[in-house]
C-alpha cells in the first residue's frame, strides 16, 4: 500500500495532524497498534485514570478539528483558578482567570474522550485508518520509506510522521539520537472524591518529595471529585502503591494538608515511571518527530500533550502552505521550518519545568529561600503573574493559525 503521507500514532497528537490535514488533498494513512475504535459514554460512568489540563491554545485547536464539541458533550470541567504553594515553607502563588478578563484557565478532561472525539471525526472522514497495525520495521527505500508492519505487511510513503508516543517504535527504527534521564520519581495516578467542593481551582503543593496536583473533575452525582498526580521518588511510590484504600486516603489527605478535607474515596491508582527526552533532532528528510516522540516532560507542569497539539498545528500548517507552493512535503528544507518553529519553545517548556523541579527538591536553605521568597514576589506582581497565566493559557508564543483566537 502506498500513501503521501503515513503518520505512524493516532494517540491524541497523531490524530489531531491527520484531522488537520484532512482537506490538505494528500492520500494520508493513520496506523495504530489499537483497535481506534470509539467507547460508548455515560455520564454515570467513573473517570479514566488518565486526564489532561487543556490549555486554550489546544481547546482552539480541538475547536478547529471539530473535536471539541463532542468533548463538551462528553465530560471536561474548567478550571478558573489555581493555587501552588511550598508545602515546607510559606511560599505561595495563586493564579486566577478573572485577572487577564478569562473565563478560564483550561479544562481538564480525560484522556479518553479527548481521543474519543478525535476518532469520531477520523472515522467521518477520507483518512485511512489502520487499526491493529504495530509499526514493527522500517527502512529508507528509493526516496522514501518502508513500513513493516507486525502482520508482515507492508506500506510505503515518501513522508512518515511519527507520532507513536514516549517510547516511539519509529524513533528508535530510524535511529534518532534522543537526550534522556529519569526522574527516578514515579507519578501516582487516581481520582479521589473529596470532602469539600474543589471550587474549580487546581491545587498544586510542592514537597520536598515532589509535586502533588489536584485537579477538578466534574460528575454529575454532585459530589467533590479530584484528580490525583502524585510525584514521589520511585521507592515511596512502591510504599504508597501498597497501601489499603483507606491509609491511601488518609495518606493523600495529610499530603495536601487537607486542602479539600478528608479523602473520603480513591479509585484505582496507576503508578508512572517518569523519565524526560528528547529528540535532538526533531526532522530529517522525508521524517518529522511529533508530539510525546519528539519530548517527553515532567507532568508537573501539565504541559505535554499541550505542546503535542502545538506540534500538529505547526507542522500542519508548515506543510499545507508547502503544498500551496508546490514545494516538496518530505524535504527537509519543508520539515525544518517545523523544527525552527517548535523546538525552541518544547525546550524552554522542558528547561523551566527542569528548574521548577530543582528548585522544589532542593534542601539547601538559600534555595528554599528564593522559592519561598520568589513565589510571593511573583504572586504581589500583577504584571509577572499575567505573563505566567499567558504561558499557562498556551498563549505567550508563536501560535499556528489553528491556535489563534
Ligand atoms: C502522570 C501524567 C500526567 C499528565 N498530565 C498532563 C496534563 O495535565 N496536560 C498535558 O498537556 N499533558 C499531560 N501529560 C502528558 C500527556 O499525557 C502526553 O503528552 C500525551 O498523552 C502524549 O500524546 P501522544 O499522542 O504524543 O502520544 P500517546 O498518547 O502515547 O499516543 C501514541 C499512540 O501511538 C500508538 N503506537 C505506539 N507504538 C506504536 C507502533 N509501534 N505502531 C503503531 N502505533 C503505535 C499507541 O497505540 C498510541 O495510540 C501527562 C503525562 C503523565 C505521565
Same mark, same amino acid.
Given at each position: 500500500?502506498? @500513501?503521501?503521507?503515513?503518520?505512524?500514532? #493516532?494517540?491524541?497528537?497523531?490524530?489531531?495532524?491527520?484531522?488537520?490535514? *484532512?482537506?490538505?488533498?494528500?492520500?494520508?494513512?493513520?496506523?495504530?497498534?489499537?483497535?481506534?475504535?470509539?467507547?460508548?459514554?455515560?455520564?454515570?460512568?467513573?473517570?479514566?485514570?488518565?486526564?489532561?489540563?487543556?490549555?486554550?491554545?489546544?481547546?482552539?485547536?480541538?475547536?478547529? &478539528?471539530?473535536?471539541?464539541?463532542?468533548?463538551?458533550? =462528553?465530560?471536561?470541567?474548567?478550571? =478558573?483558578?489555581?493555587?501552588?504553594?511550598?508545602?515546607?515553607?510559606?511560599?505561595?502563588?495563586?493564579?486566577?482567570? %478573572?485577572?487577564?478578563?478569562?473565563?478560564?484557565?483550561?479544562h481538564i478532561v480525560e484522556n479518553r474522550i479527548v481521543q474519543d472525539a478525535l476518532l469520531e471525526q477520523l472515522h467521518e472522514s477520507e483518512i485511512g485508518l489502520l487499526a491493529?497495525? !504495530?509499526?514493527?520495521?522500517? =527502512?529508507?527505500?528509493?526516496?522514501?520509506?518502508?513500513?513493516?508492519?507486525?502482520?508482515?505487511?507492508?506500506?510505503?510513503?515518501?513522508?512518515?510522521? #511519527? @507520532?507513536?508516543?514516549?517510547?516511539?517504535? &519509529?524513533?528508535?527504527?530510524?535511529?534518532?539520537?534522543?537526550?534522556?534521564?529519569?526522574?527516578?520519581?514515579? +507519578?501516582?495516578v487516581t481520582s479521589v472524591r473529596c470532602e469539600k467542593p474543589h471550587q474549580y481551582t487546581a491545587w498544586q503543593r510542592f514537597t520536598d518529595e515532589g509535586p502533588l496536583a489536584l485537579l477538578p473533575l466534574q460528575h454529575n452525582d454532585g459530589k467533590?471529585?479530584?484528580?490525583?498526580?502524585?510525584?514521589?521518588?520511585?521507592?515511596? +511510590?512502591?510504599?504508597?502503591?501498597?497501601?489499603?484504600?483507606?491509609?491511601?486516603?488518609?495518606?493523600?489527605?495529610?499530603?495536601?494538608?487537607?486542602?479539600?478535607?478528608?479523602?473520603?474515596?480513591?479509585?484505582?491508582?496507576? %503508578?508512572?515511571?517518569?523519565?524526560?527526552?528528547?529528540? !535532538?533532532?526533531?526532522?530529517?528528510?522525508?521524517? @518529522?518527530?511529533?508530539?510525546?516522540?519528539?519530548?517527553?516532560?515532567?507532568?508537573?507542569?501539565?504541559?505535554?500533550?499541550?505542546?503535542?497539539?502545538?506540534?500538529?498545528? &505547526?507542522?500542519?500548517?508548515?506543510?499545507?502552505?508547502?503544498? *500551496?507552493?508546490?514545494?516538496?512535503?518530505?524535504?527537509?528544507?519543508?520539515?525544518?521550518?517545523?523544527?525552527?518553529?517548535?523546538?525552541?519553545?518544547?525546550?524552554?517548556?522542558?528547561?523551566?519545568?527542569?528548574?521548577?523541579?530543582?528548585?522544589?527538591?532542593?534542601?539547601?536553605?538559600?534555595?528554599?529561600?528564593?522559592?519561598?521568597?520568589?513565589?510571593?514576589? &511573583?504572586?504581589?506582581?500583577?504584571?509577572? *503573574?499575567?505573563?505566567?497565566?499567558?504561558?499557562?493559557?498556551?498563549?505567550?508564543?508563536?501560535?499556528?493559525?489553528?491556535? *489563534?483566537?
Amino acid at each position: 500500500m502506498h @500513501a503521501d503521507l503515513i503518520i505512524v500514532g #493516532a494517540g491524541m497528537v497523531g490524530s489531531t495532524l491527520a484531522l488537520a490535514l *484532512k482537506d490538505s488533498g494528500l492520500n494520508i494513512l493513520l496506523i495504530d497498534g489499537s483497535p481506534l475504535s470509539v467507547a460508548p459514554f455515560n455520564r454515570e460512568q467513573g473517570f479514566e485514570p488518565r486526564v489532561s489540563a487543556l490549555s486554550i491554545a489546544s481547546q482552539r485547536i480541538l475547536e478547529r &478539528v471539530n473535536a471539541w464539541p463532542s468533548i463538551l458533550k =462528553r465530560r471536561t470541567s474548567p478550571y =478558573r483558578d489555581m493555587h501552588v504553594w511550598d508545602g515546607s515553607g510559606t511560599g505561595k502563588i495563586h493564579f486566577s482567570a %478573572s485577572s487577564v478578563h478569562a473565563d478560564t484557565l483550561g479544562h481538564i478532561v480525560e484522556n479518553r474522550i479527548v481521543q474519543d472525539a478525535l476518532l469520531e471525526q477520523l472515522h467521518e472522514s477520507e483518512i485511512g485508518l489502520l487499526a491493529h497495525s !504495530k509499526v514493527e520495521q522500517l =527502512r529508507r527505500s528509493g526516496d522514501g520509506w518502508l513500513v513493516q508492519l507486525e502482520d508482515g505487511s507492508e506500506l510505503r510513503s515518501p513522508l512518515l510522521i #511519527a @507520532a507513536d508516543g514516549a517510547n516511539s517504535a &519509529v524513533r528508535r527504527l530510524a535511529g534518532c539520537a534522543t537526550r534522556e534521564w529519569d526522574y527516578l520519581h514515579h +507519578a501516582i495516578v487516581t481520582s479521589v472524591r473529596c470532602e469539600k467542593p474543589h471550587q474549580y481551582t487546581a491545587w498544586q503543593r510542592f514537597t520536598d518529595e515532589g509535586p502533588l496536583a489536584l485537579l477538578p473533575l466534574q460528575h454529575n452525582d454532585g459530589k467533590n471529585w479530584c484528580s490525583i498526580v502524585w510525584s514521589v521518588p520511585a521507592e515511596q +511510590a512502591e510504599q504508597i502503591m501498597a497501601l489499603d484504600d483507606n491509609d491511601f486516603c488518609t495518606a493523600l489527605g495529610q499530603a495536601c494538608e487537607q486542602r479539600l478535607g478528608n479523602i473520603e474515596h480513591a479509585d484505582p491508582r496507576y %503508578s508512572i515511571a517518569l523519565r524526560q527526552r528528547h529528540a !535532538k533532532r526533531y526532522v530529517e528528510p522525508g521524517l @518529522a518527530l511529533i508530539g510525546d516522540a519528539a519530548h517527553t516532560i515532567h507532568p508537573l507542569a501539565g504541559q505535554g500533550v499541550n505542546l503535542g497539539f502545538l506540534d500538529a498545528a &505547526v507542522l500542519a500548517e508548515v506543510l499545507l502552505s508547502a503544498l *500551496k507552493r508546490g514545494e516538496n512535503i518530505a524535504s527537509e528544507r519543508v520539515l525544518s521550518r517545523f523544527e525552527r518553529r517548535r523546538m525552541p519553545h518544547n525546550l524552554a517548556m522542558m528547561a523551566a519545568m527542569e528548574g521548577f523541579q530543582h528548585l522544589f527538591q532542593a534542601d539547601a536553605l538559600p534555595l528554599r529561600w528564593l522559592r519561598n521568597s520568589g513565589l510571593n514576589a &511573583v504572586n504581589n506582581l500583577s504584571e509577572a *503573574k499575567a505573563l505566567f497565566i499567558r504561558q499557562a493559557l498556551g498563549l505567550g508564543i508563536d501560535l499556528p493559525d489553528l491556535a *489563534k483566537a
